[in-house]
């Protein structure tokens, strides 16, 4: 099984940053994919960014350009780095993995317990 454990959550003035980190641990044969989604009160979860074991970002249109997703795949861990953060970035934030555990062939989702980001003067 993976496990994945988020940090650095926590309540920042608008304009503030923070930086969030996911690890992963567990028997794990390959990471493929991590990422980082959220979801605020009476929303549906959405992605806020993705990166690839090779390095490829994605993020979505309301982040780009104020956070920046990365990985260390020694250490199995995902980052977010964000930055000139707004009060609509309020959510719980989640780790998101697709993983192969060792042992297996097949890649399976893993999620994290989430983080709270609270965006408040």
């Known amino acids: ?7 650095g959550g926590g309540l920042v003035q608008p304009g503030g940053s923070l930086r969030l980190a996911c690890a992963a641990s567990g028997s794990i044969f390959s990471i493929n994919y ?18 690839t074991s090779d390095g490829s970002t994605n993020y979505a249109d309301s982040v780009r350009g104020r956070f920046t ?8 861990t ?11 970035d309020t959510a719980v934030y989640y780790c998101n993995a ?6 297996d062939r097949r890649a399976y989702t893993y999620w994290g317990q989430g983080t709270q980001v609270t965006v408040s003067s």
């Open 1 to 7: 099984q993976v496990q994945l454990v988020e940090s």
């Open 34 to 51: 991590m990422g980082w989604y959220r979801q605020a009160p009476g929303k549906q979860r959405e992605l806020v960014a993705a990166i």
């Open 69 to 76: 997703i990365s990985r260390d795949n020694a250490k199995n």
């Open 78 to 88: 995902v980052y977010l780095q964000m930055n000139s953060l707004k009060p609509e």
């Open 98 to 103: 697709h993983a192969v555990p060792a042992g």
